[in-house]
């Protein structure tokens, strides 16, 4: 079961390795542990509901906690502080369109503000009540999540947007197929929230990102009812569908969509290179990106992630020997890591490996055997469960990512990790900063990097040191040019950069778009603009 707070199936946990905390504490400082609020203490907090349960809305206190907060840092305070400024008034599970009509017809008449629901895995404020607002909804689109259609000879299928990854690749695995959309997210976000978000899969050199893959679906809004038509490709006009992508639950409910499949890989495997040093690498992925290379995924960490990451698989014998034998090969302590993956036929990912090893050859790579590969593709899902288990450690972990022309990468990679690094200074606290690029692109690269800290006793003031962090690599991110989220979106968080990439016109175009579908302004207001 989802875990009622924090990240992930209450049955699975990823305990800290003992032999990483020393490292943990060389770079963050002494570890420690807070008492968060409990469960029954934090209930009693939640305010009287401002609506009436009738039926369709559910206004228990434990399905309104629930849904009050999504996974960014900020939330995280909130949830295990119980510093929760808004909570929605009512939770309400629609079953299908005619549902979300009614409770779109209900919320017009009662002045409910309106937010969609996915997998909540939103890491920038995107599904939070706010306070200045009226009473609001919460729709959990948890129960549409069926596949509609799946039609074999154009392999596509239509499927309900509240089924979340897992079901997804259930339903069209045991048919043979595959959509291939894999965030990190995968266990729980969901079809809608990754159209809404623009959500980027760790495969997205193979399958693409959800943008190729959304190729038509129905959205109900408090305008009407849109259905997008499906075609292989149209020239009529601006693409509504282009409109929908990166909405953020502003123009109404997504509630069907059509996606593109892919048959099932006849192979799949996933392996290792290391690279003497953070350029050589870097070098290396971007010949690779630009020669177009058939794999499904580059994944090269700096030499702190992949230090990072040696020292959390809590094998010190195998971390040891990979150090000693390395280094005899002129790979030290800047060595970087890179993940690849092989997805397809037997003979286009036998190609594929051949080129990875040529061009890694060129730049003084070394390929290790597959158990690196193999491991990383066992953990990708859980990762995310360190981040819980570091939290009850005292130490709280958060991401960010951007996406920059190849030209800036290397330099907008180190000005952000130094500002990161040196941001808590004053308070004469660390911060361990690590990156990779992970989405390549012929012309750039999306990068995505991690930072840890200490958190104190104090929540707010945890909160305000985590906003230091944040602002000081975003205005980095913005003075560079660099997009500010290649991948998780806008929301409330970022929504004061926007301007910047978008223009003025850029803004009022956008907003002009969602007052068509949202006139009176029910849907999610706190994102995007
Ligand atoms: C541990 C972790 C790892 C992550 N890894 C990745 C990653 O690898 N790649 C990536 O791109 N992102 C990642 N994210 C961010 C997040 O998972 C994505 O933004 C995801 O697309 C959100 O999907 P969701 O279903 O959880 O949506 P939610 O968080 O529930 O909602 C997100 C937004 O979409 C809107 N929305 C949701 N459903 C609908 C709908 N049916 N109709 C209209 N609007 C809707 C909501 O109103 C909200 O504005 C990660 C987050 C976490 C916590």
Not at 99 to 121: M, W
Not at 179 to 186: A, C, N, R, T, V
Not at 224 to 248: N, R, T
Not at 376 to 392: G, I, V
Request: aromatic content about 8%; proline content about 5%; some cysteine.
């Amino acid at each position: 079961m989802k875990r009622w707070r924090g990240w992930g199936d209450d049955q699975k946990t990823y305990p800290l390795p003992e032999s990483a905390r020393p490292y943990l504490v060389e770079h963050v400082g002494q570890l420690s542990k807070f008492k968060d609020i409990s469960q029954k203490e934090l209930l009693k907090k939640v305010p009287n509901s401002r609506i009436k349960n009738d039926g369709l809305i559910l206004t228990d206190p434990f399905e309104r906690l629930i849904h009050a907060r999504g996974q960014s840092v900020g939330d995280w305070i909130a949830m295990y502080s119980g510093r929760i400024d808004a909570y929605p008034d009512g939770v309400a599970y629609p079953e299908s369109d005619e549902d979300v009509r009614e409770l779109i017809k209900t919320a017009r008449r009662n002045g409910y503000h309106l937010i969609p629901y996915g997998g909540g895995s939103s890491v920038l404020g995107h599904i939070n009540a706010h306070k200045e607002e009226g009473p609001t909804v919460t729709v959990d689109m948890a129960r549409m999540s069926r596949l509609l259609n799946l039609d074999e000879i154009s392999r596509t299928a239509e499927i309900e947007c509240g089924a979340a990854g897992p079901a997804i690749e259930a339903m069209l695995n045991e048919r043979g197929y595959r959509l291939g959309h894999f965030p990190q997210s995968f266990e729980f976000s969901t079809l809608g929230g990754w159209i809404a978000t623009r959500s980027t899969g760790q495969q997205s050199y193979y399958y693409g990102r959800i943008e190729p893959l959304f190729l038509g679906g129905h959205l109900e809004s408090p305008a009407g009812s849109l259905e997008l038509p499906v075609f292989p490709a149209s020239a009529a006009g601006p693409d509504i569908k282009q409109m929908l992508l990166g909405s953020e639950g502003r123009m109404g409910i997504l509630t069907r969509a059509t996606i593109r499949l892919t048959k099932l890989p006849e192979t799949e495997t996933f392996r290792a290179i290391f690279f003497p040093t953070w350029e050589s690498g870097t070098a290396a992925v971007r010949e690779m990106a630009q020669s177009h290379l058939g794999v499904s995924m580059l994944r090269m960490s700096d030499p702190i992630e992949t230090e990072t990451t040696l020292q959390l698989a809590g094998k010190p014998g195998f971390v040891n020997l990979a150090h000693k034998g390395l280094g005899l090969i002129g790979i030290k302590e800047q060595r970087c890591l890179l993940i690849y993956g092989l997805t397809g036929t037997s003979r286009a990912t036998r190609l594929a490996y051949h080129e990875v090893q040529r061009i890694a050859r060129q730049h003084h790579g070394f390929a290790v055997n597959f158990v690196i590969g193999h491991t990383w593709e066992k953990s990708r899902f859980k990762t995310p469960y360190l981040r819980e288990t570091l939290w009850n450690n005292g130490v709280g972990l958060d991401t960010l990512e951007t996406a920059l022309p190849w030209s800036q990468v290397l330099t907008v990679n180190s000005a952000i990790r130094k500002s990161l690094s040196e941001s808590l200074e004053r308070f004469n606290e660390k911060v361990l900063v690590f990156s990779h690029l992970s989405h390549l692109y012929p012309d750039g690269a999306s990068m995505y990097l991690t930072f840890g800290w200490r958190r104190t006793k104090d929540p707010d003031e945890t909160n305000a040191r985590w906003q230091i962090m944040k602002n000081a690599a975003s205005e980095i991110i913005i003075q560079a040019g660099g997009t500010i989220s290649h991948q998780h979106g806008v929301g409330h968080d970022h929504k004061v950069w926007l301007s910047t990439e978008k223009g003025l016109l850029g803004l009022k175009t956008i907003q002009s778009v969602i007052n068509v579908f949202d006139p009176k302004g029910i849907f999610n207001t706190g994102n995007l603009i």
